[in-house]
């Protein structure tokens, strides 16, 4: 076959070009100079107050300088956020992977009638579409400050993650299980747990375990906002200038995620 | 006794997957339906426990009408419809014993499926049906560590414990090796006389067909075209069946069949 070749073509070609990612020239140098057109408009139309950024480098610098050495001064605040932000992740793991399940089930096209799913994927994307740094403003002006904003927020969050990622391992399942018993007779919500529920079950731990971990970074975040934990007394810590002690939360949080990163991966890990 | 009338299943617009199609099966009795793949032997089975929906024609198991059935009433009647799979269809990560009580779903109420809380005479049933065919001792192993014979044979007590008038298999052998595969056709052919039950087997080895069953069934293009003695199924009658299949219309018939399995 290569011999073929060979004979057939006259001169044999030596050089060679990737081809272009966008063929057509026109478009191509089109995009090109349009996105540096329009970065340097955008750089030019912000308002960068160079004076004010010169003026705040040495203030910045200070407040680093001031935050070494890192000090731990009230160990008994921090404990008590830590835990607070534990209890909230936790709480919120439980409630938000509680409720995506149901939610899952609904958003998954194989499973459920049209306008159920389109109500599942309904939720799932108004649970996506907002960080919770702004979920957690609304549920501070709807429920006060305090970990109940902080648990709903993350509920929230985790409905988003959750449900989407096991309404597809649903979607992927083994359709011959449910046929059997659907065959055998059995209803439509018996089947469900029987032939779908073992079947997403090893992804669905995995899920709780990285949503988990996932709450427990998120809670510190929406804690600045008012929604209670580690996160409220880091804000105090600032609102106070207090920033060597600050700067010490700000490691405890950082160790505290590792450490439960760590513990999390090894376990999803074993069951994967 | 199965009987079925005029059956006929179109997928959409396309050609007709079953046309017209007449076949009875008196009680106690092994037939195995042979033919090409895309014949529409699977859609045959899949249409009387109604995984397929039959376009027309109708189907009568014991005097009840298949093809009308809704909701619970069809459910109820699919109880009584043993299905045996190619690829098994157990629930893997569930026990042998758990997958064989799952055949007591369209039985017992929801919540004491749902808490495995079954009613003694099932459990009672699964041990008797588990020794018979040899896998009692596996009641508490999840199915997936099981081999392929193993695996069938839960696959037949879970639908033996249906207490069924009938038994669909729907290529119960392809996926087993030569020896497990004769023991599974043995099991079927003894149960169905121990039971008195008509088994329907879609089959592709003829061998075993017609060393196991009593009657065989050849389809081509959706339509009987062989019904008879495993004595009388002679060469000419295999080249019926299975020779020359011009390629288009093959391929319009796998066709339909892809499709139905999707739906």
Redesign the interface.
């Given at each position: 076959m290569s011999n073929q070749n060979a004979a057939s073509a006259p001169l044999p070609r030596r050089t060679w070009r990737k081809p272009p990612f966008i063929a057509n020239p026109a478009i191509r140098w089109g995009i090109i100079i349009l996105s540096i057109v329009y970065i340097v408009w955008a750089l030019a139309t912000l308002p960068f107050d160079w004076v004010r950024i010169q003026e705040g480098l040495p203030r910045a610098a200070r407040i680093f300088s001031s935050a070494f050495p890192p000090d731990l001064k009230r160990p008994g605040l921090v404990l008590d956020g830590l835990m607070e932000t534990l209890r909230i992740a936790i709480l919120a793991t439980i409630l938000g992977v509680g409720a995506s399940i149901p939610i899952a089930f609904m958003a998954a096209s194989n499973l459920a009638p049209r306008p159920i799913y389109l109500l599942g994927r309904g939720i799932i994307i108004v649970a996506r579409s907002f960080h919770p740094v702004i979920v957690a403003i609304v549920f501070v002006k709807a429920v006060g400050f305090g970990p109940l904003a902080g648990i709903l927020t993350l509920a929230i969050y985790s409905i988003g993650f959750v449900a989407k990622m096991l309404a597809e391992r649903i979607e992927e399942i083994?359709w011959?299980?449910v046929?059997?018993?659907?065959?055998?007779?059995?209803?439509y919500?018996?089947?469900l747990?029987?032939?779908v529920l073992?079947?997403i079950?090893p992804r669905q731990i995995g899920l709780t375990i990285y949503q988990f971990d996932s709450n427990l970074r998120a809670s510190a975040v929406v804690g600045i906002v008012g929604a209670g934990g580690i996160g409220a007394t880091l804000m105090n810590a600032f609102r106070r200038y207090d920033y060597d002690f600050a700067l010490a939360i700000t490691l405890i949080i950082i160790a505290a995620i590792l450490v439960s990163e760590a513990i999390s991966g090894r376990i999803r890990r074993k069951i994967w | 006794m199965l009987r079925i009338t005029n059956l006929v299943k179109c997928y959409g617009n396309d050609k007709a997957v079953l046309s017209d199609l007449d076949l009875e099966v008196p009680g106690e009795s092994c037939v195995a339906i042979i033919g090409a793949s895309g014949a529409g032997k699977s859609t045959l089975l899949r249409c009387i426990n109604r995984l397929v929906e039959p376009t027309s024609g109708s189907i009568e198991l014991n005097g009840v009408n298949l093809t009308q059935l809704r909701g619970s009433a069809l459910r109820g009647a699919r109880r009584r419809i043993g299905m045996i799979f190619q690829s098994f269809n157990l629930i893997d990560r569930l026990t042998v014993m758990e997958n064989v009580l799952s055949g007591r779903l369209g039985y017992v109420p929801f919540w004491r499926a749902a808490a495995r809380r079954f009613p003694q005479q099932d459990i009672d049933r699964a041990f008797h049906l588990m020794e018979r065919v040899g896998i009692a001792h596996y009641a508490n192993k999840r199915a997936d560590e099981l081999s392929g014979g193993e695996r069938q044979r839960v696959g037949v007590v879970r639908a033996l414990m249906q207490e069924p008038e009938i038994l669909l298999a729907d290529e119960p052998t392809a996926s087993l090796d030569p020896k497990t595969s004769m023991q599974i056709m043995e099991l079927l052919r003894s149960l169905s006389e121990e039971y008195r039950l008509p088994v329907l087997i879609n089959i592709h080895n003829v061998q075993e067909a017609k060393e196991y069953t009593q009657r065989i069934v050849g389809m081509r293009f959706g339509r009987i075209i062989f019904d008879g003695l495993p004595s009388d199924l002679d060469a000419d009658a295999m080249d019926k069946v299975y020779a020359g299949v011009p390629a288009a219309e093959r391929q319009g018939a796998e066709g339909g069949i892809a499709a139905g399995a999707a739906v």
């Open positions: 083994d011959g299980q046929e059997a018993l659907r065959a055998a007779g059995a209803g919500f018996i089947t747990i029987y032939a073992p079947q079950m | -």
